[in-house]
Each structure stands twice: as C-alpha cells, then as structure tokens.
C-alpha cells in the first residue's frame, strides 16, 4: 500500500493497496499527499491565507460529520441506506481505509515459533 487514484486536479480521489485501473502510481505511507487525503497533513502550497484556514477545519469538520452519521445510525434516527449511494460509498472508503491504517500489521505467521 497505497496504490492512488488522482483526479482531474491531481489530488489523490482514491488509495488502493494493489494496482487498479486509473490507480498504478505507488507512494510510500508518509508522502504528504497520502497523509493529506488521510486527513494527516494540509498541504503548505496555499496563496490565501484564508482559504488554507477554511481548508485546515474542513479535514476535522469531515470527522465531526462522520461522528454526526455514525451517532444517528446507532440511534436509528437515520438508516445507512437512507443515504445516496455516493455518500455510503464515500463514508465505507473512509471506515476502510481508517480501519487499515490502525489495524496493527501481522508480522508473525501462524506457523512462525517466537520461542
């Protein structure tokens, strides 16, 4: 990982973990378009000082959003598949590749001896 998917503007609109279609260009785990589509690192390339303070709140707005659904989910007030298909999309992409990143890598196989 991660295989990316960039969009029209070259911004990363999609991490893989092997090569797809449209997503063959590799990066390691720390470059700063990863982290930034990971929600980690805002990009320094900014001309209005403004623009980049709106642009920093909007990654932890995106959070706060996704506790929002998750909370009316659990509280039945709102169905998953009440949502548009693009949005559940979106949301499943974020839980997975979330869920990748804080999932601890297995580095010891089933048949390897520790001692």
């Avoid at 999609?14 to 390691?28: K, R, S, T």
């Avoid at 403004?50 to 706060?64: G, H, K, P, W």
């Avoid at 298909?85 to 974020?94: F, G, N, P, S, T």
């Amino acid at each position: 990982m991660p295989y990316v998917q960039r969009n029209a503007s070259g911004h990363i609109s999609a991490i893989f973990q092997n090569p797809e279609a449209n997503a063959e260009e590799f990066l390691p785990s720390d470059h700063p378009d990863i982290q930034f589509f990971l929600g980690g690192i805002v990009p320094q390339k900014r001309k209005n000082t403004a623009t980049s303070e709106l642009s920093e709140t909007d990654l932890s707005l995106i959070r706060v959003i996704e506790d929002i659904v998750d909370t009316l989910i659990d509280k039945n007030v709102l169905m998953f598949t009440d949502l548009p298909l693009h949005a559940r999309e979106k949301i499943l992409q974020r839980k997975n590749t979330r869920k990748k990143i804080s999932t601890p890598l297995d580095i010891i196989e089933d048949d390897d001896k520790i001692f």
